[in-house]
């Protein structure tokens, strides 16, 4: 590897041959420029397929601030209660906990609610609230934010009551989206009981899953998740449009940009404990004509394997299960340009020239050789003798 500049500050791993300029010191972001006719660089855990002269941008470490600790909960504005009670209920296998008047509250685990259908104020994305670590990190975020020229207001004890916390801020980002921030979310004094026999969603110190969002200005928006609320980078694709994922604790991503110039979710994610769990669900959502948005598939960054339903507001919820953690104290940020999906994830849902895209990205996924590790957790997984020669010798090769 031969890079000038500030070349520390890349972090860019087995690369044997690229000759790369580093531009743009001693910064976030790098400008790389290719010097070499090498066809691939390996950028963090991603392959960047590239040519002499091209440029990349890469942005370095930056040390996480973590005084946002998890995705708490979800608050939507649809019209269409019914509907989504059957889908979180039937189908994700949440706890319906309230039915009365304007709202549907779910219950994902221990906490009072994790997702709130509210249909007074017609259809629109709601808010989001993230758990911020204790008081004194929610003071912080609060001087950040207020140091930005953004209004942040205390909740009301009758808002706190509401959202089942002990306290919480409010305020809207530069785009205008509702965020909440709170502490001492309440434990429900009874047991989940999830509506269908699902082991459980995936969350406690990882949150509620993730959230990915469409925007219309993507670099106003970066800045102030990266730098104001401190979330942490984990990779990032500038074409067609910027996309960027964030992480705030050991999950992978906890929330999401695509600059597509529209406004509104794209989704959200819940992680169960089983793949059966997800096998089950993926049976279900086949049965209901057009439910299925994204074939069943694994991701390149966070190796979830998920399917995506259709949902009553227009976007899509992604069920998934074995995605990876990471360790933010260590985390470097990369560019990502292998396409979302090592295999599978088709959507039928889009053009056929749009889903001939998303196909050739999965299948250089393939020529690539490109898989990754079944991600377990203690209790869930057995592990098998090794009984294949040939994979074997494979490894034994490559070791
Ligand atoms: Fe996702």
């Not at 860019?12 to 010097?35: C, Q």
Request: aromatic content about 10%.
């Amino acid at each position: 590897m031969n890079l000038r500049g500030t070349a520390s500050r890349l972090q860019v791993p087995n690369v044997k041959t690229v000759l790369v300029d580093a531009v743009g010191g001693n910064t976030e972001r790098n400008s790389v420029t290719i010097l070499s006719n090498e066809p691939q660089l390996r950028v963090g855990l991603a392959w960047v397929w590239t040519q002499l002269g091209d440029t990349h941008t890469i942005f370095g470490r930056k040390e996480p601030i973590m005084d946002i600790i998890a995705l708490a909960y979800l608050g939507l504005q649809s019209s269409k209660l019914d509907d989504w009670s059957a889908l979180a209920t039937n189908l994700l296998g949440m706890q319906q906990v309230e039915t009365s008047g304007d709202l549907r509250r779910f219950r994902m685990d221990d906490r009072m609610q994790r997702l709130i259908i509210d249909s007074s104020e017609g259809d629109d994305i709601g808010y989001f609230g993230f758990e911020a670590a204790d008081i004194a990190a929610l003071d912080r975020v609060t001087a950040r934010i207020e140091a930005e020229g953004l209004a942040v207001t205390r909740g009301s004890r009758a808002l706190a009551d509401k959202r089942e916390v002990a306290e919480l801020i409010v305020f809207h980002d530069p785009a205008g989206h509702r965020i909440e921030i709170v502490i001492g979310p309440k434990i429900a004094s009874d047991p989940f009981v999830p509506g269908r026999p699902i082991s459980g969603f995936r969350t406690g110190a990882l949150g509620m899953g993730h959230v990915v969002l469409q925007v219309e200005n993507i670099e106003l928006l970066m800045p102030f998740y990266r730098d104001v609320l401190g979330f942490g980078m984990s990779d990032y694709g500038l074409e067609p449009y910027g996309l960027y994922f964030f992480h705030i604790n050991g999950r992978h991503h906890s929330f999401a940009m695509i600059g597509t110039g529209r406004r509104g979710f794209h989704h959200f994610m819940v992680e169960l404990y089983s793949l059966d769990d997800v096998g089950q669900g993926y049976d279900l959502a086949q049965l209901e004509s057009g439910r299925i948005a994204y074939t069943l598939g694994r991701h390149t960054n966070d190796w979830m394997t998920s399917f995506y339903v259709h949902t009553p507001s227009g976007f899509f919820i992604e069920y998934g299960w074995g995605g990876r953690t990471i360790d933010p104290a260590t985390w470097v940020p990369h560019e990502t340009n292998v396409g979302p999906s090592m295999w599978g994830h088709d959507r039928p849902f889009m053009t056929p020239d749009m889903q001939a895209k998303f196909r050739d990205m999965r299948l250089q996924c393939g020529r690539n050789g490109l898989r990754q590790p079944v991600q377990v957790m203690p209790g869930n997984y057995a592990l098998s003798e090794g009984v294949c020669p040939w994979f074997d010798a494979q490894k034994r090769a490559a070791e």
